[in-house]
């Protein structure tokens, strides 16, 4: 039977069907092999980790969706995904990190069966989850070989819907929430590890005062310290905080896989002039930027905007300083396709949300103040609501 309580209504994955299919008519495309796990999830309401093994949504010439994946995820399937039952495919574990079969010939028999191995078959060519062993197996076993439809489904999900955003502002909740545990714990000898625990709880503890608790973000906690913050992506290990260091947060909120990431930096201590100029600039260069986010407006704009504010300071960032966010599965928590830098000119809409990731990294420090802000008809919408400065803690 169908699963009586998907994360959205019919008329919501009606949308999202729709809006793919003409996507993939406009592409020339017949069926669609989606292996994504964000996109899966946009889809069909599948929820489940099981992406280490190979698993896709499939959308066809017409009718609902079919989930396929390893047959012991398939009664997650059923239990998460709003089609029913007999559009949920599993394979048996023998095709399992197997050198004999791959699952990828299971799939292309059971297209065969349906005849939706005929025409343009499209797949996420450069994506985490969609190997050359699978591409391999699928130009061997159908009627012609894949064609390359990465990220269309990606900018499918670029502008939310109303039911999206709310769970982007739930997820901005529970942002908040960390980032006032960790500016109350964090003090010098505290272990990192430790502190770590702290965010895990403050981010996924359910909270009576707001009557829902959290998801596993897409990235771990990112927290360098000092010199070691000239790295953007170091995590943590079980050294003590030190004073006179500066310590950068990387963190998001996650509410039914809707991510809302925020940074800020802590100071234990008295902050040099270094910190206190750069915080100056990025804070005016955030300004900036957020004056410029309006409908019509271009990625590059806001990109600018920003950029020009830290070249009067005298700062070069030669990486982008923003992109877009919202549902998201492991690794990565932005939905790699447009990005706020130099020569991106796609256009900002109402209902695109952006993380304004507006991070230094230097020869030997590193600063991130950060917002994630929502594109709306007028001035941007901040997702958190966090003090926007570089926070000082003695």
């Known amino acids: 039977m169908p699963n009586p309580s998907p994360r959205f209504g019919a008329d919501e994955y009606a949308h999202r069907l729709t809006r793919t299919r003409g996507a993939m008519a406009d592409r020339g495309i017949d069926t669609l092999i989606v292996t994504d796990p964000s996109n899966m999830h946009w889809l069909s309401g599948y929820d489940g980790w099981s992406f280490y093994v190979h698993q896709a949504v499939v959308i066809g010439p017409e009718g609902d969706p079919l989930w396929f994946g390893r ?26 990190q197997s050198t004999e079969r791959h699952p990828m010939d299971y799939l292309a028999a059971r297209l065969r069966d349906m005849g939706w191995h005929r025409g343009c078959i499209g797949v996420e060519l450069d994506n985490y ?9 699928l130009a061997t076993h159908l009627s012609t070989e894949p064609v390359d439809a990465t990220a269309l489904v990606n900018w499918q999900r670029l502008v939310k819907s109303p039911a999206e955003l709310e769970c982007m502002r739930k997820a901005a909740r529970i942002v908040e929430k960390i980032h006032a545990r ?62 006179g260091e500066a310590t950068f947060f990387e963190v998001a909120g996650v509410f039914r896989r809707y991510h809302c990431p925020l940074s800020r930096t ?42 020009s504010v830290l070249a009067r300071h005298g700062i070069v960032k030669d ?34 949300c952006f993380h304004f990731m507006t991070g230094l990294w230097m020869e030997d420090w590193g600063l991130e103040i950060t917002e994630s802000f929502v594109v709306t008809e007028g001035a941007p919408e901040c997702l958190a609501t966090v003090p926007r400065q570089l926070l000082v803690k003695d």
């Open 71 to 96: 047959m012991q995820d398939a009664n997650g399937a059923v239990r998460t995904c709003w089609m029913p039952d007999d559009r949920v495919i599993g394979y048996p574990d023998q095709y399992v």
């Open 319 to 352: 990486n982008r300083t923003g992109y877009p966010i919202g549902l998201s599965y492991p690794p990565d928590w932005g939905e790699r396709t447009c990005s706020l830098r130099p020569g991106d000119r796609t256009e900002l809409q109402p209902g695109m």
């Open 129 to 137: 989850w969609f190997t050359a062993a699978a591409h391999r197996s």
């Open 266 to 307: 802590i100071f234990l201590g008295r902050p040099t002039q270094t910190f206190l100029d750069a915080e100056k600039a990025v804070l005016d260069g955030i300004e900036a930027g957020l004056a410029v986010a309006r409908p019509g407006a271009r990625c590059e704009e806001v990109a600018a905007a920003f950029f």
């Open 182 to 243: 960790i500016f109350e714990k964090i003090e010098p000898g505290m272990r990192k590890c430790d502190l770590v625990a702290e965010i895990w709880d403050a981010g996924l503890r359910f909270d009576p005062t707001l009557g829902y608790g959290g998801d596993y973000p897409a990235i771990v906690p990112l927290l360098p310290s000092g010199a070691d913050a000239a790295a953007p992506h170091l995590t943590w290990d079980d050294h003590e905080m030190r004073a």
